[in-house]
């Protein structure tokens, strides 16, 4: 008999983004539904709503739909809506990997840095990358969650770089 992986769950939206797993959390209200709308209109799939499953197989932490919702996104403004009629079978998958953890805030720190602190979340007992994002900063949402993605893999080391360029100008005898 096949031993079933034990699930935990977690309030959020949990999407396919480019091949990346991405669970978006926040408070109840803040807009992840309707975040993950968006995702869909650019072609990116659903994974769960409202509420996401996660296990562990094979040394991955997978996030499921649960069988209620599966197929289905919640919009307080639109009601339920059926992903496949809309955007196509390939808008939604039954699970898939999780890599990185997208919180929504009304509010965040003010004070500016060269990079934010690393901050991470947790979900079956794992540590994942967060990224805090302030829904009144009128940069594209979007936007900021493929760049930080960009970010994580291809120029992982931006602020060392920086550094590094103005210690050597620090350094330089034209500049003492």
């Known amino acids: 008999m096949a031993v079933q992986p034990s699930f935990t769950t977690h309030h959020g939206v949990m999407m396919n983004i480019d091949g990346s797993g991405i669970l978006i959390i ?9 975040f993950a709308l968006e995702l869909l209109h650019l072609g990116h ?39 496949a ?12 990997p999780l890599d990185y953890v997208v919180e929504l805030q009304t509010a965040t ?5 060269l990079a934010p602190p690393a901050l991470t979340y947790s979900v079956n007992g794992r540590v994942f990358p967060l990224l805090q994002l302030n829904l009144t900063t009128s940069a594209s949402l979007y936007h900021r969650v493929i760049s930080w993605i960009k970010m ?16 050597t100008l620090m350094n330089s005898p034209s500049t003492k």
């Open 26 to 34: 926040g408070a109840a209200g803040i807009g992840k539904s309707s």
């Open 45 to 83: 799939s659903l994974i769960a709503d409202d509420v996401v499953e996660f296990s562990e197989i094979d040394n991955q932490i997978i996030a499921h739909c649960p069988t209620l919702s599966s197929g289905f996104l919640h919009s307080r403004e639109l009601g339920l809506i059926s992903i």
């Open 85 to 96: 009629p809309l955007f196509g079978e390939s808008a939604f998958q039954q699970q898939h």
């Open 109 to 113: 720190s003010s004070t500016v840095t």
């Open 152 to 167: 994580q893999t291809l120029a992982p080391n931006a602020e060392t770089i920086f550094k590094q360029r103005q210690q």
